[in-house]
């Protein structure tokens, strides 16, 4: 198996999930920890510099959320979850609401070139408490926090 | 009275036939069960113990998850010739290996954990 052979990348199945996760968890907490900081600071740019990561982890959700039903559907071929399995997968749909909400209002606010509302904020925290839990969950099933 | 006495024996007769039956019967399926024992392969840490197993045909073996995360037991090959649901912790899974082969199995959950079962 080589890392850079297409196939392998691929037909990696739910390989894939494991991998492209990294990504929204990431630009999504980085992006909060932005615009908690520019909240305290007062200064745009890191204000801007939230909203991109914001709309990347946005986009970002998007393979994951197809990659976690793909594996879901072809590996367990869609049967019934419990424990773990189903409270990951609960846990991530909520988390994947939760970061377009955040993209949603960070984007309407821009768009109407209002300034950003303080209940984002307890939203943004709530978010990144249930990113980082589901998060935890997707490792402890990969083995990584077992 | 001399009727009576040989339908009784004929009665008597057929009643011990039957128990005779019945317990031979029994006797010939403990002694399948003594020479198909059921194999237990234990699942934990993360891995299939033992890794690979050798069994007579026709014997059953039996997977139990003993690890605090859901795994499963696929065998390799396409069509799949064994394919277990999630198993959640202390759930178990049994096949019935009735013709001669190697079976490589793996958990679907964690790819990296697999095992073999060699019928001879």
Sequence with gaps: ?146 | MRRIVSIAGLTAALVLGTFGLCTGQNSHVANAQEKMPSIEVKIDNFSFGPATLTVPVGSTVTWTNRDDIPHTVVSTDDPKTFKSKVLDTDEKFSFTFSKAGTYPYFCSIHPKMTGKVVVQ
Excluded at chain 1, 112 to 129: H, S, T
Excluded at chain 1, 134 to 140: A, E, N
């Design chain 1, 1 to 146: 198996m080589h890392p850079f052979d297409i196939r392998t990348i691929l037909f990696a199945k739910h390989a894939q999930h494991v991998v492209l996760i990294h990504f929204p968890i990431a630009l999504f907490i980085i992006g909060v920890f932005f615009d908690f900081l520019g909240q305290w600071k007062r200064q745009q740019l890191l204000a801007v510099a939230a909203y991109y990561n914001l709309c990347v982890a946005a986009i970002a959700t998007l393979p994951v959320v197809v990659t976690g039903i793909v594996a879901w559907q072809w590996e367990l071929e869609g049967q019934k979850l419990k424990g773990i399995l189903l409270m990951h997968l609960v846990m991530g749909c909520v988390s994947s609401v939760l970061i377009c909400l955040v993209w949603f209002i960070h984007m309407r606010t821009r768009r109407e070139q209002e300034d950003l509302p303080g209940y984002r904020l307890p939203i943004e925290a709530a978010a990144v408490v249930i990113v980082a839990l589901t998060g935890h969950l997707g490792g402890f099933l990969s083995g990584v926090n077992g």
